[in-house]
T-cell receptor, first 109, second 115 residues
C-alpha cells in the first residue's frame, strides 16, 4: 500500500523561527510536489521537484528532494504570520497524484 | 488565460440522491483530474480524464463516475449519496503532450454536504 506521510501533523511556531516539515513516501516517484492550502480554499502549487538532489527556494520556503531516501523537506526560514496554512506534499507514481496527510502550520506573533 | 473553474461552490444533498459537479479546465489543457478532500485530510484521487477517456482511477466505487467533453470541461457524478461523501471536491487541469506536462492547476472546489 502506497503511503505518503508528513510530520509533524501540526506545527505551532513563533515568528522569526526556523523549522522543517518532512515528507516520506513508500514507493518510487519521479516527481514530488508541495502545495499550500488556506482554510476553505483550494490548493496552491509551491514547488515541483523533478530529480534527486533538487532544491528550490521561494521567499522563506525551501524544498529539497532525496529520491534514494524517499524523503522531501520543506524548510521555513524566519517564519511570518502569512505562512500560516496547511502544507501538503504529493508524489506521482502510476501517473496519479497521491497526497500526504498535511501539516497544519500556525505562526504565532 | 482563464483559470480552472468549478460549479457550484456549495451544495447540500440528501442521502440517496445523485449529484453532478462541473469543472472547466484551464485554457489549453486537455486533462482533468478529480479529487475528494474530506475535512482535515489530504485530497484523494478519484479519477482522471484525458481526451474524453478515463485515464486512471483511484479507490472509489463505481457510483463515482465522470465525463469529459470535447472542450475538455468535465463532470463528476455521484449516485446514491452517502453521508461520508460530504467533502470538498477539487478538479485540477493539466496538459498531456510532448515535453514536460507535470504541472496541474486546481480549481476552487465544490463543498458538498450530504444530510
Amino acid at each position: 500500500e502506497l503511503k505518503v506521510e508528513q510530520n509533524p501533523l501540526f506545527l505551532s511556531m513563533q515568528e522569526g523561527k526556523n523549522y522543517t516539515i518532512y515528507c516520506n513516501y513508500s514507493t518510487t516517484s519521479d516527481r514530488l510536489y508541495w502545495y499550500r492550502q488556506d482554510p476553505g480554499k483550494s490548493l496552491e502549487s509551491l514547488f515541483v521537484l523533478l530529480s534527486n538532489g533538487a532544491v528550490k527556494q521561494e521567499g522563506r520556503l525551501m524544498a529539497s528532494l532525496d529520491t534514494k531516501a524517499r524523503l522531501s523537506t520543506l524548510h521555513i526560514t524566519a517564519a511570518v504570520h502569512d505562512l500560516s496554512a496547511t502544507y501538503f506534499c504529493a508524489v506521482t507514481p502510476y501517473n496519479q497524484f497521491y497526497f500526504g496527510t498535511g501539516t497544519s502550520l500556525t505562526v504565532i506573533p | 488565460e482563464t483559470g480552472v473553474t468549478q460549479s457550484p461552490t456549495h451544495l447540500i444533498k440528501t442521502r440517496g440522491q445523485q449529484v453532478t459537479l462541473r469543472c472547466s479546465s484551464q485554457s489549453g489543457h486537455n486533462t482533468v483530474s478529480w479529487y475528494q478532500q474530506a475535512l482535515g485530510q489530504g485530497p484523494q484521487f478519484i479519477f482522471q480524464y484525458y481526451r474524453e477517456e478515463e485515464n486512471g482511477r483511484g479507490n472509489f466505487p463505481p457510483r463515482f463516475s465522470g465525463l469529459q467533453f470535447p472542450n475538455y470541461s468535465s463532470e463528476l457524478n455521484v449516485n446514491a449519496l452517502e453521508l461520508d461523501d460530504s467533502a470538498l471536491y477539487l478538479c485540477a487541469s493539466s496538459h498531456k503532450g510532448t515535453g514536460n506536462s507535470y504541472e496541474q492547476y486546481f480549481g476552487p472546489g465544490t463543498r458538498l454536504t450530504v444530510t
